[in-house]
């Protein structure tokens, strides 16, 4: 079939969940599915990789061999990623800008503050109860030295709790996904965006009384969502890789783009049985008052 273009463009999401023991996880996905962008046959040489934004020199803040050599932010970053049993291409971005780090800031703490607000009608059943003591999420570099070090492995399935530690942090918590398709020069702001709230849709699936002692659901997953509005996680710093990847038709090689996406939390969520927030009335249960940017949130600990 010949035929080109945007049309043709299919954007899939494969979102996965942390996966360590005494942490509730879900299962890879259902929303699994294939298109390939058919804007070229060929593979492209030659594209330098662009490394944007976050310090990358992880020593200044923490000295990560002390987990060992394993750890995530240790490891040497791959040139290439392969992906859902498509042939490897090169990484031609790595990291995340000061633009899209306020980008996933906003992403977050825009979706904290419906949900604290009560205007989050959705869930199974929804709508969902308001919050008292969700916490506005500020940056973190040590948990992005850390997500940037497994997206650079090309992030399959999670990291190791121990492997994701910072010097801050024990205990991480963390959201991956990854993208298939599309236009090679959408801004990654926007993809970030798009991103976050793909995690957040999860709360289709959100019982009203899963807030109160975090347990499995009827149906689907929810994980991602609870970690994203988990309301004693204060930190997240998020890592991406941008990579080509080809797919052999008829002998030729068809190009697309792959993306993959980690944020990491600190503290951890997702506990099982633990609380995701306490109801109540929005911002009635702060340790540092009410933030300023967000009416339902609480302020920041570290302000
Ligand atoms: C690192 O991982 C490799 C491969 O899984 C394993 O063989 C090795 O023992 C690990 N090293 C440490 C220090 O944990």
Not at 224 to 241: D, F, N, P, S
Request: with cysteine.
């Amino acid at each position: 079939m010949a035929v080109k273009g945007e049309g043709r463009t299919l954007v899939v999401v494969l979102l996965m969940l942390l996966g360590f023991a005494n942490i509730y996880t879900d299962a890879i996905s259902d929303r699994m599915s294939f298109g390939f962008n058919e804007e070229a046959d060929y593979i492209e040489l030659g594209d330098f990789i662009e490394t944007d934004g976050i310090n990358m020199d992880s020593s200044s803040t923490c000295d990560f061999t002390q987990f060992g050599s394993n750890h995530s932010a240790v490891l040497p970053p791959l040139d290439e990623c392969e992906k859902f049993k498509l042939i490897a291409g090169e990484i031609y971005h790595r990291g995340t800008s000061e633009d899209d780090k306020q980008s996933i800031l906003e992403a977050h703490n825009k979706l904290r503050n419906k949900v604290a607000g009560g205007s989050e009608k959705k869930g199974n059943p929804g709508p969902q109860p308001s919050g008292a003591n969700l916490i506005e999420l500020v940056w973190n570099d040590q948990l992005a030295v850390s997500a940037q070090g497994w997206a650079n492995q090309c992030a399959v399935k999670h990291d190791k709790a121990g492997n994701r530690q910072t010097c801050e942090y024990r205990t991480v918590g963390q959201n991956v996904a990854h993208k298939r398709g599309g236009k090679k020069n959408i801004p990654s702001t926007r993809r970030w965006d798009k991103i976050v709230n793909n995690l957040y849709n999860e709360v289709k699936n959100m019982p009203d009384y899963v807030v109160d002692k975090l347990q499995k659901v009827p149906k689907g997953s929810v994980g991602h969502y609870t970690q994203l509005i988990w309301a004693k996680t204060r930190e997240v710093g998020c890592g991406a890789v941008f990579y080509y990847l080809y797919k052999e038709k008829k002998g030729k090689l068809r190009k697309t783009y792959g993306r993959t996406f980690v944020c990491n939390y600190g503290p951890s969520g997702n506990f099982k049985g633990g609380q995701v927030y306490e109801r109540g009335s929005p911002a009635s249960n702060c340790e540092n008052g009410v933030s300023t940017t967000y009416e339902n949130l609480c302020a920041p600990l570290s302000e």
